[in-house]
């Protein structure tokens, strides 16, 4: 693992629009996965949190972006619009010319699970709305680990004391235009095959969650499932573990 280059870009100008490279030795075009850290939107978690499975992840040949992004603490759509640069900037940042463009996925731990969810649906969004891209490239697997993917479900059951509300500003009641665009429930069907890994006793995110949006999905007629893994909300951020160890399992199908 000593192996492993970091290299810190900027996708913006504000500080905290940069993401991490971490590259394997192999400077051939790799399979390239984008992370996002989660942590409810709140300001006091960075990316971080996913540097140990970034790691482990480049130390068996994948490219990793593992970005940070502006918190709730701004005004809507401020962490989407973060999310959204930051994510187009893997096909032309400094090290877009060993990306894969056959096999890219994205990779989010809980808040960070809605905002990959949210990136694969980016295709359905309106012109107007925060996120679109003429030009979108689109991942070629979500995997949303014990993710808040059902929004307004979230807001309603008050889940992270407020943490919804805080990131869009207001309840649904008060925005229905911004949850339709940023509730991935609401953006279904997406055409990109999603993975949900959740732990079904997950003290945090309720795996409720999940089955709502698997659900949902299955309706439309999306490919997108549900895998139960052992452990607790953090085990996903822990590259022992199972969950992770399922998450290289389906990286490895891309």
């Not at 992370?35 to 996913?50: A, M, P, S």
């Amino acid at each position: 693992m000593s192996s492993i280059r970091r290299v810190v870009e900027s996708y913006g100008e504000l500080p905290l629009q940069v993401g991490e490279w971490f590259l394997p030795t192999d400077d051939a075009p790799a399979p390239t996965v984008v992370l996002v850290h989660g942590g409810f939107w709140r300001e006091n978690f960075d990316r971080h949190l996913e540097d140990d499975v970034a790691i482990d992840l480049a130390s068996r040949g994948y490219l990793c972006w593992n970005i940070d992004y502006r918190s709730a603490a701004l005004p809507w759509p401020a962490t989407l619009s973060d999310v959204a640069a930051g994510y187009d900037h893997v096909f032309n940042g400094a090290y877009a010319g060993r990306v894969d463009h056959t096999r890219v996925g994205v990779v989010g731990h809980s808040a960070g699970g809605h905002l990959v969810a949210w990136l694969a649906s980016r295709h359905k969004l309106p012109r107007e709305a925060p996120g679109y891209n003429c030009d979108l490239r689109l991942p070629t697997v979500c995997i949303p680990q014990a993710a808040v993917v059902a929004l307004t479900d979230a807001a309603h059951a008050d889940l992270g004391r407020g943490a919804v509300s805080a990131l869009m500003n207001g309840m649904p009641e008060q925005h229905p235009q911004r949850y339709a665009v940023t509730d991935p429930v609401a953006l279904l069907p997406t055409g990109v095959r999603t993975v949900l890994l959740h732990d079904r006793d997950d003290a945090i995110v309720p795996i409720s969650q999940s089955e709502t949006y698997v659900s949902s999905a299955a309706q439309r007629g999306d490919d997108s499932t549900l895998e139960v893994v052992p452990g607790t909300h953090f085990s996903h951020i822990k590259p022992k573990s199972k969950a992770v160890q399922r998450l290289r399992d389906v990286l490895a199908t891309m």
